[in-house]
């Protein structure tokens, strides 16, 4: 399998329905606990992230005290999940307009670029600009996409340790979806097979599997 190109990685959403459970489940497993991130209030969600190198990072996102809003669910249907999963990857680039319109193109609809912030529990305000995340993208092999302009990369800031290995994609229509990814920049050969991804972390307790 041909390796992805790491410097368009930013990073891996890893979602759950008890953000606090999970943060104590992936210390145990990988030997670093994520740090909070903070809360987005457009989502009803909050946020843990530990670094996968320089410039990559896993979000674990759940949600936060508010209760579920059946007009205005949360992504990654958060709200349903059973059990932690490795829901989509997000991708960087410096014009986020033309990737949007190169993946219409394509016929994947990353929606209208919009803007993000957050309040670290430091206070620090993080900024960034992104396409819509609640975007179906192939149930997420696609990713969405994020500038951070200015604002320092969390990849730098969280805790450290692990590392970003690899990361394989898998879709019935593998061709194609390699294809659409080659097409935004990320030179990856996805695998044929049910709809999928899982990240290969090393980490102080070894390798693991995220999916």
């Not at 104590?24 to 190198?53: C, F, I, M, Y």
Request: glycine share 10%.
């Amino acid at each position: 399998m041909a390796p992805l190109l790491f410097s368009v990685i930013d990073h891996l959403v890893f979602a759950t329905s008890d953000l606090e459970q999970c943060i104590r489940e992936l210390a145990d497993l990988l030997g670093v606990t994520a740090a909070l991130g903070g809360r987005h209030p457009k989502w009803r969600t909050q946020n843990a992230l530990l670094s996968l190198g320089p410039q990559a990072y896993l979000e674990v996102m759940g949600p936060d005290d508010n209760p579920p809003d059946p007009d205005n669910p949360r992504p990654f249907g958060i709200d349903g999940l059973s059990s932690p999963r490795l829901v989509t990857w997000v991708a960087r680039t410096d014009d986020l307009q033309k990737t949007a319109s190169e993946a219409k193109l394509l016929g994947i609809d990353l929606g209208e670029v919009q803007s993000g912030s957050r309040k670290k529990p430091d206070g620090t305000l993080l900024q960034w600009q992104m396409t819509d995340l609640k975007k179906d993208r192939e149930n997420g092999v696609v990713p969405f996409f994020i500038n951070w302009g200015a604002t320092p990369h969390p990849g730098g800031t969280s805790p450290q340790g692990c590392s970003l290995a690899r990361l394989r994609v898998f879709h019935p229509e593998a061709d194609r979806i390699t294809h659409v990814l080659s097409r935004l920049g990320a030179k990856l050969e996805v695998e044929k097979g049910p709809v999928g991804l899982e990240a290969l972390v090393r980490a102080p307790r070894g390798q693991v599997i995220l999916k």
